[in-house]
């Protein structure tokens, strides 16, 4: 498959001590087994008015000016924008490729939801999402999509900057894809739209020692390698797949979920990072597009789906050579230091139950 670059030695994994959670503006917890009453609306981007456009934005940036809960367990977080990052950075050998993929993101983006609120972002509606279908009509349709605008969207593709997989140019670069991308278009810092010049200390991969200077967020726009993957073809493929274990398999590390990496990180760019990639902002709505996807998927068949789950518990074991498969009662866990939640897979598979409450204003 010509997956093994996307492998690398484990992240030491952060063991911290479970804490309470504190009261998060989430509309009513409902109590497992019952679906709650008011779900908040996951919108697509381009429908969100101009204004919630604006409020979203700014709740992303109040978010990487408020403290970190995780500063104290890893130094080098300086925001609460970051938490998130570092989570994903310290987890990602656990998370990706292995049954509790979905899960997992899907905790990570209530989460994150939550945060947003925190700042100020709208109470009825959740993460936006991305729906990559829209932007893989053209080229020209990918590079004026909405989600790159500006003023109203993240800004764009970084400048050009040569070199391929075999021989990256840029110092510093240390993995990319498992194929040379060559459709890419970018790989310089992004110097445009609301977040021109945000930078980090995470990276490249799972590094996560403080360096002298800060790491800036790079796209590499490659149109082919998103439209490959993620076209209307691509995603009703994935609909038509029998269980859960081969949509997990297919869509995390081949389809849709790679295609929106790629599309916008390119070689050299942040979202292409398997670690660091929640350091760009789209990434939140690349996922949250993912999460749709598999609800999708789930509701096709939900009192079938809503219990399916499979997948290896260690990276890439599909064959489960090295151990077991993921099922409800795995622990998923998200936050480093006093964020920390934890519940089980079972309590992650329908986003109306649990600690859940959210829909999506359609659905593949
Ligand atoms: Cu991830």
């Known amino acids: 498959m010509g997956l093994s670059s996307w492998t690398t030695a484990l992240g030491a994994l952060v063991a911290t001590a479970a804490l309470p959670v504190t009261a998060a503006p989430s509309p009513t917890v409902s109590a497992r087994g019952e679906t709650c009453a008011r779900p908040y609306v996951r919108k697509e981007w381009r429908h969100l008015s101009d204004g919630q456009r604006q ?21 080098i977080v300086r925001n609460r924008f970051e938490d998130f990052l570092a989570t994903h950075v310290k987890q990602t050998d656990f998370v990706h490729f292995v049954g509790i993929f979905y899960p997992y993101h899907r905790l990570l983006l209530a989460e994150y939801e939550k945060a947003l ?3 100020g972002w709208d109470h009825a509606l959740g993460q936006p999402f991305w729906d990559w279908t829209l932007d893989t009509g053209s080229k020209e349709a990918f590079l004026n999509s909405p989600i790159f605008d500006t003023t109203l969207g993240f800004g764009g593709n970084g400048a050009y900057i040569p070199g391929n997989l075999s021989h990256p140019e840029l110092p510093g670069f240390t993995v990319g894809p498992p194929n040379d ?38 796209r590499d726009f490659s149109y082919d390698s998103l439209r490959e993957r993620a076209s209307p073809a691509q995603i009703q493929a994935a609909m038509a797949i029998d269980t859960y274990g081969n949509f997990e398999f297919v869509t995390d590390s081949q389809s849709y979920h790679p295609a929106g990496h790629w599309g916008v990180g390119g070689l050299y760019g942040t979202m292409t990072d398997t670690y660091a990639s929640p350091g760009d902002p789209i990434f939140f709505l690349h996922h949250s597009n993912v999460d749709r996807a598999w609800w999708s998927w789930q509701m096709r068949d ?23 498969n993921a099922t409800l009662e795995t622990p998923v866990w998200v936050g480093l230091g006093e964020s920390r939640v934890e519940v089980k897979v079972a309590d992650l598979m329908h986003i109306q139950k649990g600690p859940l409450c959210y829909t999506y204003e359609s659905l593949y």
């Open 117 to 119: 609120w925190d700042c």
């Open 181 to 218: 991308i060559p459709d890419r278009s970018g790989g310089g810092c992004v110097v445009d739209g609301p977040f021109a010049g945000l930078g980090t200390y995470f990276g490249p991969q799972n590094n996560t020692e403080p360096k002298a200077a800060l790491r800036c967020l790079r």
């Open 55 to 75: 409020q979203y934005i700014g709740a992303v940036q109040c978010m990487m000016k408020e403290p970190g809960t995780a500063t104290a367990t890893l130094s």
């Open 302 to 324: 939900l009192a079938a789906h809503e219990k399916d789950m499979s997948g290896p518990l260690v990276m890439f074991d599909y064959a489960n050579k090295l151990g077991g």
